[in-house]
């Protein structure tokens, strides 16, 4: 005698089977989806093309630097004044408008003059977020700069120092944090209705935050601002 579970499989089969003979035509039964789509892979355009002799430098390499006086207590950032970062930076590079290190010369005499001048300091506060996984905080601050361009600039700790990982400038709209992300929006010159929206990562090789997204956003009329974040996003 067949065992009982293997009766009724036998049955659940026979079955099976019927419904599919006599349903495919009927209410509820089996339709064909139509002719599949052919899989398309990318096409090679130009394959006569060269290949690159000397490949350019790796973005980013240029763009850490060691802040100069700064000494950071305990691998901690939030140990340091913020305000006395970018004033380091300023002194090391007085002349600097263009490139990574670039300020507006009244926007460095600003940050020279934070001490005494404190309501005209371009330096907003800062935030504090782990962005390169290790488990401690990055410093991530912002400079105030003419022809309402910002600049958002990234440090790390490293050896008892600081180290800038990240800086850019641009007409920025807004700054978020997703993830270990940091989200740049800014705004796109000559395209109105859209924006400019860069993803910074951080880059084991490079030891940078790079640009890992760089897209062109369409801007819904619509779209409410952004609520501004409380005391407590920042620690």
């Known amino acids: 005698m067949k065992p009982f579970r293997t009766v009724m499989g036998a049955a659940l089969a026979a079955m099976a089977g019927v419904l599919l003979l006599s349903g495919c035509g009927g209410a509820g039964g089996l339709e064909s989806a139509g002719p599949t789509p052919t899989a398309v892979g990318p096409v090679e355009l130009w394959p006569e093309l060269p290949p690159i002799s000397a490949p350019p430098v790796d973005y980013g390499e240029s763009d850490t630097t060691r802040i100069q006086g700064i000494k950071v207590r305990n691998g901690d950032v939030r140990s340091v004044d913020p305000v006395a970062v970018v004033q380091a930076e300023v002194a090391a590079h007085p002349e600097e408008v263009t490139g990574a290190e670039g300020l507006y010369p009244q926007t460095a005499r600003q940050i020279r003059d934070c001490s005494a001048k404190p309501g005209t300091c371009p330096v907003l506060r800062p ?5 390169t996984g290790d488990g401690k905080d990055e410093l991530i601050l912002a400079i105030t700069m003419p022809e309402q361009r ?7 700790p490293q050896d008892g120092g600081l180290i800038r990982i990240m800086s ?3 007409a920025i709209v807004r700054v978020e944090v997703a993830g270990k992300d940091l989200i ?9 209705g859209y924006e400019y929206r860069t993803a910074w990562s951080w880059d084991d090789q490079q030891r940078a935050m790079l640009p890992a997204r760089d897209e062109i956003i369409r801007v819904k009329p619509s779209a409410s601002p952004a609520p501004v974040p409380s005391a407590e996003a920042t620690r």
Do not use: H, N
């Not at 910002?150 to 790390?156: D, E, G, N």
């Open 127 to 131: 935030y504090y977020r782990d962005l």
């Open 150 to 156: 910002t600049a958002i600039r990234v440090y790390t």
């Open 168 to 170: 850019d400038s641009d």
């Open 184 to 192: 740049v929006r800014a705004v796109s010159a000559g395209i109105p």
